[in-house]
Each structure stands twice: as C-alpha cells, then as structure tokens.
C-alpha cells in the first residue's frame, strides 16, 4: 500500500453496527509511501494510522 499526501484513507467497518472512517494524509512517515500514514479524519481527529485490510486508498 502506498500514498501520498492529501490523498484519502478509507476504513471500512469491520464490526455490525461500526460505520466507515475516512480521513486525509498529511503525512508519511513510511519509505517510498508506505505506512504509517498520519490521517487528519473527517471528525476532526489526528492519528498515526498502518492501515489493514480494511483499508482503502483514493488518489486525490
């Protein structure tokens, strides 16, 4: 998995009733793009995220 900044993180809900989390990178703090990912998400919320699975990433 690689990104880069200002692209999108998408985490799915992995448990019934857990809702989708989605955020911007601001930073990579991975060699060539790779996690860890520091997410500014969409609740206003920072965190140093290594994203699993359940991750997607969407190009900005």
Known sequence: M???VGDRLLVHGH???QRNRSG???EIRGP???PPYLVRFDDG???LVYP???A???PR
């Open 45 to 47: 919320h920072t965190g």
């Open 24 to 26: 911007e990178i601001i």
């Open 15 to 17: 448990v019934v009733g």
């Open 52 to 54: 699993g699975p359940d």
């Open 2 to 4: 690689n990104a880069t």
């Open 32 to 34: 060539d793009g790779g």
């Open 56 to 58: 997607v990433i969407e």
